[in-house]
């Protein structure tokens, strides 16, 4: 920080070609009641956050703002009526925005301490991917020791961190991606086998050969037909969004002669409709990375002036696993 009361901080701003990314010093914020201030150490990135800045968000922030909206860092102060926390505390969680700074203000209730052991980047790599993933998974699929788990998009950040999951929960896992490089990722993370999206969009494999009992899809489009195609008599589909750009057509047909389900998972939702759920993922999520069966994987590390850079590699699908931003340095993470 240039001064004790300014801070370092990414700003979405609007230019003349349209939104950007810049880097700005603003004041530090200041803590309010039923809150804390936390010296952000890293900060995850997301595809959330590439189409908050694209306007395509269902959450559109008025300009200009700090993005991000998962950390990792120290408790510095405490708010009014904030119980459970106290400055020095290592904690990890989501506050929507503001995490692209050396400091931000977030919400105790979203907020949990790290493992012990836990890097800041993989913490922050962690918040939403991971309970993401358990969620659709465990809760909305229900997914049963025996069964097999189906992963597309299965190199990113909830893909991975489904891979994970559906190992620890006992099912067989087969994971769709599509390169090389993704495909060892998935490989990596404990997928039982490995398949190319042009395996399932092709004709490589018959038509009838039924794959899976619970689907996970971030992808939408066309490639949701494809997958209803494969799947098993009373599966289930949870659809996370649309990385293809397109929101998928169901065919009703395909669901009604299999007794398919489609479900929906909004993550976010949780934390304010089922807070038990919420707070239960976390606790079962913390215990696996404590016996080391859940690990974030970490794509690139960036500083704060490179936040820009961090959601291009997103719209890219350079990014195997998660993007962090480290708003301190490479030193932060190390502490």
């Known amino acids: 920080m240039t001064a004790s009361n300014r801070m ?12 950007d990314i810049r880097t700005r010093s603003i004041g530090v914020p200041e803590v309010v009641p039923h809150a804390m201030k936390v010296q952000v150490m890293a900060a995850g990135c997301g595809f959330q ?3 908050m800045l694209r306007g395509e968000y269902h959450v559109d922030p008025p300009l200009p ?20 926390f106290r400055p020095g505390d290592r904690v990890f969680g989501v506050c929507g925005l503001n995490c692209a700074a050396e400091y931000a203000v977030v919400p105790p209730g979203f907020s949990y301490r790290m493992s012990d052991g836990m890097p800041f980047d993989e913490a922050a790599a962690f918040c939403i991917a991971y309970p993401t993933a358990y969620a659709a998974v465990a809760i909305r699929a229900r997914l049963e020791a025996g069964e097999t788990l189906l992963v597309a998009g299965a190199a990113g950040g909830v893909g991975l961190a489904a891979i994970q ?6 099912a067989r896992v087969l994971a769709v991606a599509s390169s090389a490089e993704k495909q060892m990722a998935a490989k990596e993370a404990g997928a039982d086998e490995v398949l190319g999206a042009e395996e399932l969009e092709g004709d490589e494999r018959p038509p009838a050969e039924a794959l899976a009992d619970v689907v996970l899809d971030p992808v939408g489009g066309t490639f949701t037909d494809c997958l209803l195609k494969r799947v098993r008599w009373g599966a289930r589909l949870v659809t996370l969004g649309f990385a293809s750009g397109t929101i998928p057509q169901v065919s ?11 479900v929906g998972l909004n993550w976010a939702s ?16 913390l215990d696996g990375y404590g016996r080391g069966a859940l690990r974030p ?3 690139r590390r960036y500083g704060i002036a490179q936040v820009g850079q961090a959601l291009a590699d997103i719209r890219e699908r350079r990014v195997i696993g998660k993007n962090v931003v480290l708003p301190q340095g490479l030193s932060g993470v190390l502490a």
């Open 8 to 19: 370092n901080a990414a700003r979405v701003i609007e230019t003349p070609l349209g939104r």
């Open 49 to 51: 956050d590439l189409a």
């Open 65 to 84: 703002y700090t993005p991000l909206g998962e950390f990792s860092g120290v408790v510095t102060e405490i708010g009014d009526g904030v119980e459970g």
């Open 165 to 170: 999951i559906g190992k620890a929960l006992g």
């Open 252 to 262: 009703l047909n395909r669901l009604l002669l299999k007794n398919v389900s489609v």
């Open 270 to 285: 949780y934390g304010i409709r089922q807070q038990p759920e919420y707070h239960e993922a976390f606790e079962w999520l």
């Open 297 to 299: 994987r970490i794509f």
